[in-house]
């Protein structure tokens, strides 16, 4: 499982999990996510 963090427009603390089949990334490995602002 991955924990993708990020700072919102508003300053914020965002995150979203990820479920992937392999189990050890790094950082450089994992697929880039997008999100919508919502």
């Known amino acids: 499982?991955?924990?993708y963090i990020w700072i919102d427009a508003d300053g914020?603390?965002?995150s979203?999990?990820?479920t992937l089949r392999e189990k050890?990334?790094?950082p450089?490995?994992?697929p880039?996510?997008?999100f919508?602002?919502?």
């Open 16 to 18: 979203k999990s990820r």
């Open 32 to 34: 880039m996510w997008n």
């Open 1 to 3: 499982m991955a924990e």
């Open 12 to 14: 914020e603390t965002r």
């Open 24 to 26: 050890e990334y790094t």
């Open 36 to 38: 919508d602002g919502s």
């Open 28 to 30: 450089e490995d994992l």
